[in-house]
């Protein structure tokens, strides 16, 4: 056979594989294609998921009559004309292939106007040349775009198509993922004449929670925690979730850079490292992160649907992510707000009776026990605990975070204790009793808490080991018998260039030969481990991530473990003078909220809460 053209519509219908998967990527590219244009406002119409019809319609600058017939063919663009303004994209599209693309798989017809004279032009292509006729129609500024009869032409297409439910959620989801990360933008979702969802342009806080709410559901947001960090001229911004608000599966985990949704390896790997030993099990956390950053420091032209993205620096990218939620994470403690100044709030050590008397009962400190009399009511951290607002549903403890947040009148600056007695509670509270030998109930200003005494002193038990070890380094210790392994030529080579690292770790290693090394010496607290198990897991992580925290999830399993043998078992008796020692120290401790193992160390219910339960007031 020998070498032709193929036609314009076939190498469109080539290119639509890769970027029109099914009605959601319709649905996708359109409103990518709204937002560039700069639209506050958004309807989307769908029937039969998608399948029949996809309208998307518009308030934006609207096309030039002109160029309504260019916008359908391939390679045509209004976002981009020179090579160099590649290397710095803005916006969310920029191929030019989507309009062409649709219109090769369905009946499309783009109808837009650039003005409010009501007058506006249209285009519609199905036939085989894919020619475009072009007739005045009726239209306000902007422009709506109708594909009907997807994939008619490519019957094989069709048949990949799943059931009308699962395709529709597919829409859902992709409108939902734009409305995230575009909250001055109004959207309308109707599915076969029915509204799904209608959400209005958010500015505020409060408009921004609400389309949370109702993208991600009530409880979501009242588990998530606000984080907005810089860094090295990058911007981490957004929501992340409480460790114990965690899901079975990766849901509602969203990630964007400049705007763009992606999907990317140092981005998971980052978050996942930060949520480290606080997750139960195999459970995912939620979040919400915008990335901000030069858009020369990325490359989003990886991949035709843009799914994926390159970063120049991704070790600092990586780095970002991992330190800051990894912090914020830290910082999640009944007394504070993530972002909160920890250092400034926090007490001298030596002004806390209650801090010796754990120290009796966690037996670490020197035995001095002193009686922590509820009586004298601490007053720290008391500008925290401003008047109850509005607590309802909420399960966990959060909700006392949240109320906590200081109102206008509330004198909040660092150290200012208010005068008013009833300020001056813990957030903890004081110990009422234990029951059954396993939990401690204790009431604080706003209701009741209860403590799982093991899984708190456990925690409390593991961040002091950590303390304790990183202030003293990683001591290393010299192999009676140096281990000797093969390795490949990448590896010797990150063996090479990360020198530096493998001495921090307390690993050396020297190179023996062109595939050969051998290692020496290794962290003493992980003698007996599989070291080139160990060493061959950094050198993956390496290779990809460009740094590796290996050894030190490895010293932390081992210090956990120790955390968890040496706590407080259940039925061992407190006095309340324990208790509230406990209480104060979990207050002061980082990751508070969950046990080595991810289970929650505390719950708190509200009085409004309790009332509910007996019908009170009602
Ligand atoms: P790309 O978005 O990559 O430029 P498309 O095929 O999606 O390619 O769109 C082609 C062009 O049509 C865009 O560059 C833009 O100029 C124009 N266009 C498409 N949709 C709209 C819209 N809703 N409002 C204004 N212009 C649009
Ligand atoms: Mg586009």
């Not at 109850?388 to 959060?398: F, P």
Request: aromatic share 6%.
């Amino acid at each position: 056979m020998r070498i032709h053209q193929l036609t314009p519509r076939l190498s469109n219908q080539i290119a639509a594989g890769e970027v029109i998967e099914r009605p959601s990527s319709v649905v996708k590219e359109l409103l990518e294609n709204c937002i560039d244009a700069g639209a506050t406002h958004i309807d989307i119409e769908v029937e039969q998921a998608g399948i029949k019809l996809i309208k998307v319609r518009d308030n934006a600058s609207g096309i030039h009559k002109d160029d309504l017939a260019l916008a359908l063919s391939r390679h045509a663009t209004s976002k981009i004309s020179v090579i160099e303004d590649l290397e710095g994209i803005s916006s969310l599209g920029f191929r030019g292939e989507a309009l062409a693309s649709i219109s090769s798989v369905s009946r499309l017809k783009l109808s837009s106007s650039q003005d409010d004279s009501g007058q506006g032009w249209v285009v519609s292509v199905e036939g085989k040349d894919m020619a475009a006729d072009i007739s005045p129609v009726a239209h306000g500024k902007g422009t709506t775009v109708e594909m009907r009869d997807l994939f008619f032409n490519t019957p094989a297409r069709r048949k990949f198509l799943r059931a009308e439910k699962t395709e529709f959620t597919h829409i859902d989801e992709s409108v939902k993922r734009l409305a995230l990360s575009h909250f001055d933008i109004a959207f309308t979702l109707r599915h076969n004449q029915r509204m799904v969802f209608n959400l209005k342009a958010a500015t505020t806080k409060l408009e921004k929670e609400r389309r949370l709410a109702a993208i991600c559901g009530n409880d979501f947001i009242q588990n998530v925690f606000a984080i907005d960090l810089q860094q090295g001229g990058m911007r981490l911004s957004g929501w992340i979730g409480d460790p114990t608000y965690s899901k079975s599966q990766a849901i509602h985990q969203y990630f964007y850079v400049n705007g763009r949704m992606v999907r990317d390896k140092v981005v998971t790997h980052a978050v996942k490292q930060a949520y480290q030993d606080v997750l139960y099990q195999s459970r995912h956390p939620v979040y919400i992160l915008y990335l901000e950053l030069d858009p020369q420091a990325v490359d989003v032209n990886v991949h035709p649907t843009k799914h994926e993205v390159r970063f120049r620096e991704s070790r600092q990218v990586h780095d970002l992510i991992f330190r800051g939620l990894y912090r914020a994470i830290a910082d999640l403690r009944p007394a504070e707000l993530p972002g909160t100044p920890v250092s400034e709030t926090r007490p001298e050590e030596s002004e806390i009776n209650s801090m010796e008397a754990s120290q009796v009962l966690l037996g670490l400190g020197d035995v001095k026990p002193v009686l922590n009399d509820p009586s004298r009511k601490i007053g720290y951290e008391s500008a925290w605990l401003a008047p109850l607002m509005s607590v309802s549903e909420q399960q966990r403890s959060y909700a006392l975070l949240r109320s906590a947040v200081p109102n206008e009148n509330t004198p909040t600056s660092p150290g200012q204790e208010s005068s008013s007695e009833q300020n001056e509670m813990p957030p903890l509270g004081y110990a009422l009793a234990q029951l059954q030998g396993i939990y401690i109930l204790a009431q604080n200003k706003e209701g009741l808490v209860i403590v799982d005494m093991h899984a708190a002193h456990e925690r409390i038990s593991y961040e002091r080991l950590k303390k304790s070890y990183q202030t003293q380094g990683i001591v290393s210790q010299p192999l009676l018998v140096p281990i000797t392994l093969s390795l490949s030529q990448k590896e010797i080579g990150a063996v090479e260039e990360h020198q530096g690292v493998f001495v921090s770790l307390g690993l050396k290693i020297d190179i023996l030969g062109s595939e050969l090394v051998v290692i020496r010496d290794v962290p003493a607290l992980l003698r007996d481990s599989n070291i080139e198990l160990l060493l061959r897991d950094i050198l993956a992580d390496l290779l990809t991530h460009g740094s590796s925290t290996r050894t030190e999830e490895l010293i932390n399993e081992l210090l956990a473990t120790m955390a968890c043998r040496s706590a407080v078992r259940a039925n061992r008796h407190l006095s309340l003078m324990e208790m509230n020692a406990l209480l104060r120290e979990m207050e002061r401790t980082e990751r508070i909220g969950q046990c080595n193992h991810g289970r929650p160390t505390w719950v708190f219910k509200t009085m409004v809460e309790l009332d509910k339960w007996f019908l009170r007031g009602q």
